[in-house]
């Protein structure tokens, strides 16, 4: 009886560093949780900036519109529908051939172009329509239609989630 004890505890020590070994190392849990959580953070910090971007073309947008500048407001429309203009795209490009993707299932299921952040392809159909829309308006209520579809757009496209 003595033995089979001996042996049952030969064998549990013996397992001992085996079942230690498959642990990863705290210092390694640690180092990766905080790699996540900056990655995290960079990824909410390039949704922030966008919006900023964005923001920006919606206040532009206003100014030419304040000012009678139909084609002008439409321009800032189009670049808001966009996230950017080509400088912009060409740093989403960029990020996009390296690998990043702020949004990559919904990429691949058809909902956001790609490298994009904030505007949805959908969203960007109907921004791209109501710049369409202001240019061609022939009266200011056809401009104010066109201006409230963009603005609702905008207000929810700005929306932080």
Known sequence: MKSKSLIAVLAFALNVPVAMAQETPESMVRTYDAMADAILSLKRAEAS???AILDDYRRGAEAAMK??????AAAEIALFANEGDNAIGGIRKRLVEGGH???AQAETEGIYDPGYVIVTKEAKRKL?????ALRQAQSEAARQEAWQQF??????LLRVE
Not at 67 to 72: I, Y
Not at 151 to 156: E, I, R, S, V
């Open 128 to 132: 791209l329509a109501a710049s369409v």
């Open 151 to 156: 603005t609702a757009l905008a207000t929810d």
């Open 49 to 51: 900036f966008i919006r």
């Open 67 to 72: 000012r009678g500048d139909w084609e002008g």
């Open 101 to 103: 993707h702020h949004h």
